[in-house]
């Protein structure tokens, strides 16, 4: 299938002055850039795209995010449109209806920031134990570095108001010393995640499948898995060897994996 795309502002980044008639693409690929009419004389049974004065350009190259939890977040409830504790609230008690989680399972929701809540705060434990006091649920902020979790992911996780805060992570506290439920860091947010995602259901397939479109929506064709693990790795490399990738993804592997994971996929190390 080929297309030639013209009447727009065409942008190579090659310099400030070249601005080219058309582009010529080839199942997915651009295989010509250059003047239309030559264009349409190499490629004359292309469809003709006319971009109506809009701007074509190269993608971009996404610089920070980790594909992998890109992938996971499909499946959360989504909190990034909550104004306020209530919303949190509504959001995430329709979340645990819809999809018939009972005590076995868990809530897993992504997105809020304090900083546009009416509340001006992050929500604590109290307000998330208003959804279920029974069911675990943790909801992370919209910088993945921080998070809420409710009463029943404290007891599962074993954290109690004796649980010192580990290095380079935090557990929120009240006057009286209880936990909050709030947490801090990766350190603080493992303890809570790693007893937590064996109750989570996923089709990681899928979910990646769904992901590469959220990064297409936004004109990304190159992802980051940031601060990958051996796990992540493993799991990326098959989905290529698959052919499931349309999206290039570039791992920067946390230096504990780093030389078995290079080891066990030496084909995609320094390679593009």
């Known amino acids: 299938m080929k297309q030639i795309y013209y009447g727009g502002h065409i942008i ?92 076995t399972g868990i809530i897993l929701a992504s997105g809020y920031d304090h900083n546009f809540l009416e509340e001006e705060k992050h929500p604590d434990k109290r307000v998330l134990d208003q959804v279920s006091s029974s069911v675990p649920i943790y909801i992370s902020h919209a910088s993945g570095h921080m998070g809420v979790a409710n009463s029943a992911l404290l007891k599962l996780a074993g954290l109690t108001p004796d649980t010192p805060d580990p290095d380079g992570g935090k557990y929120g506290r009240n006057a009286d010393g209880s936990l909050s439920g709030y947490v801090e860091e990766t350190p603080a947010i493992m303890k809570i995640l790693t007893c937590a995602m064996p109750r989570v259901r996923m089709d990681m ?68």
């Open 12 to 103: 190579t980044m090659k310099s400030e002055k070249d601005f080219p008639e058309a582009v010529a693409v080839e199942d997915g690929r651009i295989v010509f850039v250059g003047n239309r009419n030559q264009a349409e004389v190499l490629f004359d049974e292309a469809e003709n795209i006319d971009l109506k004065g809009k701007t074509l350009m190269p993608a971009f190259i996404d610089t920070h995010s980790h594909f992998s939890q890109m992938a996971q977040s499909t499946v959360m409830c989504d909190l990034s449109g909550a104004k306020n504790f209530y919303d949190i609230i509504t959001e995430l008690t329709a979340y645990l209806e819809q999809n018939g989680i009972d005590d």
């Open 205 to 272: 397939a899928k979910q990646m499948a769904e992901a590469q479109e959220i990064y297409f929506k936004y004109g990304i064709t190159t992802a980051q898995e940031g601060a990958a693990m051996g796990n992540a790795v493993q799991e990326l490399a098959g989905y290529a060897a698959g052919g499931e990738f349309k999206l290039d993804v570039v791992a920067f592997i946390l230096a504990y994996y780093f030389e078995h994971a290079v080891a066990a996929y030496s084909d995609y190390y320094h390679t593009y």
